[in-house]
């Protein structure tokens, strides 16, 4: 088994071996993973922090020891806390990096980190303010940064942030917690799922008080929720049925 880190700010893993194919998720720097296909172009790999598996290009991560890899396995994230940050090499290039980039490696790939961080478990209620961070992001179907993200990528990386795991996808992540049987059960921070014609979960958001929901779709965005589902406030019309309420703090 052959294992790996990124080293650069935001690398794309794509559903198959092509720079043309879909985009499914975004590696971040510093995020290590387990290469389970190594092609000439390209490798088919498991990230460890949700093991989600795509394709990256090989000219855009570094290979590591599998003791450094187990190694930062077993230690607690530390992530960037600023929206934007750099890292400077050791020849005195600057790297730039996003909000939840992980840091546990700086000095597996020899770098320097000024900037802030964190990587305690905060309150449940700080959930939502981590989550108004990402305000007006736009929607990136992939995505999981402020400059671009998608409905579970926005809820992995906001509770990432403050100290709590969830998976890739929301169909995956609707796994996670226990289901309340009612809206007024549940609390600011809490998940809710919502599911299209065929019963598929395709969309998830973090409640807020006072029956608000923020998520992404377009942009991160404020809207109403009932018991029916996400009511747009600028539309007036729904976008979403509601399907279950999980609480996973």
């Not at 989600?52 to 230690?75: G, R």
């Not at 992001?137 to 993200?149: A, E, R, S, V």
């Amino acid at each position: 088994m052959k294992y790996g880190i990124c080293n650069l700010s935001i690398v794309p893993l794509r559903a198959e071996a092509a720079d043309s194919s879909e985009l499914v998720t975004q590696v971040l720097y510093g995020e290590i993973f387990k290469v389970l296909e190594s092609r000439k172009k390209w490798s088919r790999i498991r990230l460890a922090y949700d093991t989600y598996e795509a394709w990256i290009d090989n000219k855009q991560f570094l290979p590591i020891e599998e003791e450094n890899y187990n190694n930062i396995s077993k230690q607690t994230p530390i992530v960037c806390e600023d929206l934007v940050d750099m890292v400077s090499t050791q020849d005195n290039q600057m790297i730039s990096i996003v909000m939840g980039s992980s840091l546990n490696a700086l000095d597996i790939l020899n770098h320097e980190f000024e900037g802030s961080s964190v990587q305690e478990k905060f309150a449940k209620d700080n959930v939502i303010n981590t989550a108004l961070l990402y305000l007006n992001t736009p929607y990136l179907w992939g995505g999981k940064t402020p400059f671009g993200i998608d409905c579970s990528g926005f809820t992995q990386m906001v509770y990432k942030l403050n100290g709590y795991a969830l998976k890739r996808d929301a169909s995956q992540q609707v796994e996670q917690g226990e289901a309340l049987s009612f809206i007024e059960e549940s609390e600011p921070g809490d998940l809710a799922f919502f599911d299209n014609a065929e019963g598929d979960i395709t969309h998830v958001g973090i409640i807020m008080k006072d029956n608000y929901i923020i998520h992404a779709h377009g942009k991160v965005r404020i809207d109403m929720l009932d018991h029916t589902g996400i009511f747009n406030i600028q539309t007036s019309l729904h976008t979403h049925k509601l399907r279950v309420i999980k609480r996973i703090i």
